[in-house]
Nanobody, 126 residues
């Protein structure tokens, strides 16, 4: 299975973007999926995650109320809708997946995921 992150770009502060994470196989529907980001000179930071059936989500405090994670298992896709973007949201955004049982907790640590996409750049200008 391969993951493909897309949808990044340059946007002004206060603007919106929607990132997509698509998978090459239908088994994606058995995976919890997370979004992480990494700014220059910083470590990888958790953004949001969603359970395999989409019923449970987890958001970082820094994005609560602004970002929304969702998924469409029929399309093997997970989305990250980002509103009210700030310059500090500038980073490379990565999606990651981990096969999980239905009751598995949604993880916020990078080492809880074993499949990663290549990243998409988000740049927010002030």
């Amino acid at each position: 299975v391969q993951l493909q992150a897309s949808g990044g770009g340059l946007v002004q502060a206060g603007g919106s973007l929607t990132l997509s994470c698509t998978a090459s196989r239908s088994t994606f529907s058995r995976s919890n999926v997370g979004w992480f980001r990494q700014a220059p000179g910083k470590g990888r930071e958790f953004v949001a995650a969603i359970s395999r059936n989409g019923r449970r989500t987890l958001d970082a405090d820094s994005v609560k109320g602004r970002f929304t994670i969702s998924r469409d298992n029929d399309k093997n896709a997970v989305y990250l809708r980002m509103n009210s973007l700030k310059p500090e949201d500038t980073a490379v955004y990565y999606c990651a997946a981990k096969n999980a049982i239905l009751t598995a907790p949604v993880g916020s640590q990078p080492d809880e995921y074993d499949l990663w996409g290549q990243g998409t750049q988000v740049t927010v200008s002030s």
